[in-house]
Structure formats: structure tokens, C-alpha cells
């Protein structure tokens, strides 16, 4: 099918034998579906299928098909294929390959990048002015921010950098 090139995320699919039954599976249960797109209990069937076996794409030609063919089927039919290939393409090319992170530990990780900023910002500004009317203490806190910070957030950086090369390094050529 044009447009999708062989650098998929999913897994090869299975071996011969395997794939030929698999094809021959699918082939029968595609009949199904095109003899009336409309049942959607064909549909399901089919696309349990081929996400089992991997046949996404072959899936994904077949269902361009019906929504091309205005004057084959029906605009409620044709809608209910639109649906299943949209279904598809998100599977396929959408799906996350790593679980995410869960957003509250990555805003806390933000929050507390911001919050380092901001103190080594004030610890320059403590260092610049000469007496900027705050506490003893509290200057010379912010003054120590301006390393520590400074170490930290080239730590956060270096870390964030080797993730992504080790990410590319896995990903699949």
C-alpha cells in the first residue's frame, strides 16, 4: 500500500506457515465483511483477526477500498469502514511503544526544574546586587543555588539526552 514504508513499530509477522493460514483466515473473513460492511459483528471478528496476526496493513488496504467505492456501498456503510481504517491508523502508527510516564511525577519533575531556576536566578541577582535588602541567610541560600542549581539541572539534561539516544538506539531500523 503506498505511503507506509517497511520501518513499522510492530513486530515481523509470523513465519510462514503460520502467516499463510493466517492469510488464508483473514482473506475468508475480509469476504465476510465486503459481502455487507454494515454488520458490524463481521467487522469485529475481522479486526480481532488481524490484530492477532498482525495484518494491519493488508486490513488497511482493504478497508480504503470500501470507502473509496461510492458506488458500490451504501454512505452508512462506507462510514462504518472510514471508522474501522481510522481505528487502524491510530493502532498502528499512534500506539506509544514505552508506557508514559504518569503525568503527575513528570509535573512534579517540572515544578521542581522551575522552582531550581528561579532560586538561581534569584542567587545571581543576590551575587549582582550589592545589598538587596534581604536577610543574611537567605542571600547567601540563593548564592549557593547558583552552583548546585547549575549541577543539577546539567544532571536533568544529561540524563534527558541519554534516554533519547538509548530510546533511538532500541528503536528498530
Do not use: C
Not at 469485529?44 to 488481524?50: A, E, M, Q, R
Not at 531550581?116 to 534569584?122: A, K, P, S, Y
Not at 545589598?131 to 536533568?156: E, H, N, R, T
Amino acid at each position: 500500500m503506498p505511503g507506509l514504508d517497511e520501518k513499522s513499530p510492530l513486530p515481523a509477522p509470523a513465519a510462514a506457515p503460520e502467516a499463510a493460514a493466517a492469510l488464508a483466515v483473514e482473506d475468508e473473513l475480509w469476504r465476510n465483511v465486503a459481502a455487507d460492511p454494515g454488520v458490524e459483528a463481521a467487522q469485529k471478528t475481522y479486526l480481532g483477526h488481524v490484530l492477532r496476526h498482525n495484518l494491519m496493513r493488508q486490513a488497511m488496504g482493504r478497508y480504503a477500498t470500501i470507502v473509496d467505492a461510492k458506488d458500490r456501498y451504501t454512505i452508512e456503510q462506507r462510514r462504518l469502514a472510514r471508522q474501522y481504517h481510522q481505528y487502524l491508523v491510530k493502532t498502528m502508527f499512534f500506539n506509544p511503544r514505552a508506557p508514559a510516564v504518569p503525568t503527575t511525577a513528570r509535573a512534579y519533575k517540572m515544578v521542581g526544574n522551575f522552582l531550581i531556576t528561579v532560586l538561581m536566578l534569584g542567587g545571581i541577582a543576590a551575587m549582582i546586587g550589592d545589598d538587596s535588602g534581604i536577610p543574611f541567610a537567605l542571600a547567601a541560600f540563593l548564592k549557593l543555588m547558583v552552583p548546585f542549581g547549575a549541577i543539577y539541572l546539567s544532571y536533568v539534561i544529561w540524563s534527558r539526552l541519554r534516554q533519547v539516544k538509548e530510546r533511538d538506539a532500541n528503536r528498530p531500523n
